[in-house]
């Protein structure tokens, strides 16, 4: 029996397969460009803010330090040796209130000797005006003698020798009185000479002590007892309490806006929890060349009770801008590439805007340039350049 003959099966290729995947895979691609497309094409609702000029609360802040107006450094007029300091840092003083005293016992000695002098230079005029005396009495006496033989000279009463001898002792007489009158002026002279000297003294005596030139606290001492202290050397420094103030350095953009009398805050770097309050004093009328800064005096209503000359603080003044201003939230401003800008609605897109930002107040920062009024400004978060936005929440 011939086995039977299997005809070959030919299968046809099932092409339906491949094309669902092609499907699907084209399906992907559109939805993929479809989103990409909506993306670019559905606006987004975004909180805004209008731009408006108005009226700024200014906040211009600037760092300082505790500085006073009469800070005084005591020193010494004459050279001497520190016999003893009366006071020490930290040392509440009232003016006049011995500081220090030099060694002085040269100074006395030679005091003394002055006024020996200058007693031995009034003795001198006393003697000479009993000189002049005398002499003033010899001469009344020969002007008396010589009137008298000019007279009888005439009634032929005495010779003219007697005349010329008597007139010549009524010249030495004149003579000696001119001279008596210099030999006092000599004597005045010397005695006014030796009272200056003995002036001098006592006055070089008593800056041997060196008193406080004002009321204040002493807040260093530089010398100790047994130092040779020269002429305009640091003894230590006084500074007045009422004097004390915070000099602060503010840009001179804003010296036009600031003005003395505003209210100020201040913090210090030791305690920059607590704010200080206090008042501008006064503004300096010179620009620093290098940092274009300026600075304001700031008085403060309270001191802290740790204070210190030359601490750090930061100053926070309380003014008005001048003018109408553009100020908007600072939370809007965004930097790229290191430069401040801000995203605006512009015909429906988002839109990156470089500006140039100006005095911070509080939570709203002053913008100079790169903004008008009525330009609509996007909060930032999420935005990119085109994307379609509507206006949603309006931020104050």
């Known amino acids: ?51 408006r000029l108005r009226m700024m609360s200014l906040e ?12 005084v450094v005591v020193t010494s007029r004459i050279q001497g040796f520190l016999k003893v300091i009366e006071t020490d840092r930290n040392d509440t003083v009232k003016r006049g209130q011995v500081l220090a005293r030099l060694e002085s016992v040269d100074l006395q000695n030679q005091l003394a000797a002055a006024q020996a002098e200058a007693s031995a230079a009034g003795r001198m005029v006393t003697e ?50 001119a001279r008596s009158e210099a030999g006092i002026e000599r004597a005045r002279a010397q005695l006014l000479s030796q009272e200056a000297n003995v002036k001098v003294l006592e006055a070089r005596l008593g800056e041997a002590t060196i008193s ?28 007045e ?52 800064e300026f600075t304001a005096d700031i008085t403060l209503d309270s001191l802290p009770e740790s204070w210190a000359m030359g601490q750090r603080a930061n100053v926070a003044v309380e003014a008005q801008s001048p003018e109408q201003v553009i100020g908007i939230p600072e939370s809007l401003v965004i930097r790229r590439d290191g430069r401040a800008g801000v995203w605006l609605a512009q015909r429906g897109r988002a839109a990156w805007t470089p500006v140039t930002l100006g005095y911070i107040s509080g939570s709203n920062v002053v913008v100079t340039r790169g903004l008008k009024e ?18 949603g929440t309006k931020l104050p």
């Not at 609509?376 to 994307?387: C, E, I, S």
């Open 1 to 51: 029996m011939k086995p039977e003959r299997v005809q070959p099966v030919h299968l046809k290729p099932d092409h339906s397969a491949g094309w669902r995947r092609f499907a699907v895979v084209m399906l992907l691609i559109l939805a993929a460009g479809g989103a990409g497309f909506w993306w670019y094409v559905l606006p987004v609702p975004v909180a805004y803010h209008e731009v």
């Open 60 to 71: 211009i802040n600037g760092p300082g330090i505790l500085d006073a107006i009469n800070r």
């Open 128 to 177: 000479a005006q009993a000189d002049r005396a005398r002499a003033q009495a010899v001469l009344d006496k020969t002007k008396i003698e010589f009137e008298r033989r000019t007279t009888l000279v005439r009634l032929n009463a005495a010779s003219q020798a007697e005349l010329t001898t008597t007139e010549a002792a009524f010249k030495q007489a004149e003579a000696d009185m």
């Open 212 to 239: 406080a030139p004002l009321d204040g606290v002493v807040i260093s001492r530089e010398r100790n007892p047994g130092d040779l202290l020269l002429p305009g050397a640091n003894l230590m420094q006084v500074v």
């Open 241 to 292: 309490l009422s004097s004390i103030i915070i000099s602060a350095r503010f840009d001179e953009s804003a010296r036009a806006t600031i003005k003395a009398g505003q209210p100020a805050r201040i913090t210090f770097a030791a305690d920059p929890g607590r704010v200080w309050s206090g008042k501008v004093l006064r503004l300096s009328r010179q620009v620093d060349q290098e940092t274009r």
């Open 374 to 391: 009525g330009d609509v400004v996007l909060a930032p978060a999420g935005r990119y350049a085109f994307q379609p936005v509507s206006l």
